[in-house]
């Protein structure tokens, strides 16, 4: 099996280079970005390619590591070329396998494949996918072709319904990218008390460490602590008072989440007053 990348970005060099690593063949990789596909094959050890058309005829893997708005017309573009017995796979996470409309005429295969990691560098997020836990679906040959390649570097790799795509991503956006926001806005309220943004990141490290370790160990509604969990509406009022207007609504939305939770941990705890308090401060 060679495979071949069209998308020389973060999660084509990154996948690529982990399959090159464990031994896999890789036929390179094509971008409308010359410099890039350059870069990507010096990194990987494998051939950059200036028409798409030859990386499609050198390979029998294709992943298409492109940006989610242009995966249909990319298809759009190869489904002409020879493709009869080829594994077609994109990595988005909020788009199904059917993008590659009309698959099944060209003789190729498909899936979505898409891992839960976040690709913060070109040359180093790598190091990383052996840890990585993948999913996929589409069509049962594809499937099983992706999913037994890297299980036997041992990756786990769970099917999901192509249906769940969108909400599936926007669980692993929340988990990622929001957890940020939630942080930046942390620190700068520290920053506002005379902290610096290095002295606020040090001073909370352990803070967020160990809330997330005690998440993962003991589940959310154990790892809750703080105001809400004990039905503190006075400090509540503290915090409301405080804030400015788009970080109140934060913290409020955030807060009657937190009810929910708490509701699970003491349910024999009226979280009543605390919720219209949220609701309406």
């Known amino acids: 099996m060679k495979i071949g990348f069209i998308g020389a970005g973060r999660v084509g060099c990154s996948i690529g280079k982990y399959l090159k690593d464990s031994g896999k063949e ?5 971008d409308i970005s010359q410099d890039a596909a350059q870069s990507a094959a010096a990194f990987t050890g494998s051939s950059h390619f200036a028409q798409l058309k030859d990386l499609v005829l050198q390979s029998t893997l294709l992943f298409l590591t492109t940006p989610d708005g242009i995966i249909e017309s990319t298809w759009n573009e190869i489904r002409t070329l020879p493709l009869t017995g080829r594994i077609i796979c994109h990595c988005s996470g909020a788009l199904p396998s059917d993008a590659f409309t009309g698959i099944e005429q060209t003789g190729a295969c498909g899936c979505s494949f898409h891992p839960m990691l976040p690709f913060s560098s070109r040359f180093s997020s790598h190091e990383q996918l052996k840890h990585s836990f ?26 999901i319904k192509g249906s769940c795509k969108p909400k599936y991503h926007a669980a692993a956006s929340i988990l990622s990218n929001q957890v940020i926001a939630v942080l930046d806005t942390g620190y700068r309220l520290l920053e506002e008390c005379g902290f610096s943004r290095e002295s606020a990141v040090k001073a909370t490290r352990e803070l967020v460490l160990q809330n997330i370790d005690n998440v993962l160990l003991n589940g959310c509604s154990q790892a809750l602590t703080g105001p809400i969990e004990r039905n503190d509406i006075q400090t509540v009022q503290k915090h409301l008072s405080c804030l400015e207007r788009e970080d109140r609504q ?7 989440k937190l009810i929910q939770i708490a509701e699970k941990k003491n349910p024999q705890q009226d979280y009543s007053m605390l919720y219209k308090q949220l609701a309406n401060g």
């Open 250 to 256: 934060m913290y409020r939305t955030l807060g009657l």
């Open 134 to 159: 993948f999913t996929i679906e589409g069509q049962e040959t594809a499937v099983q072709a992706v999913s037994n390649l890297f299980t036997s570097l041992g990756n786990t790799v769970s099917r």
């Open 26 to 30: 890789l036929s390179g990789y094509y």
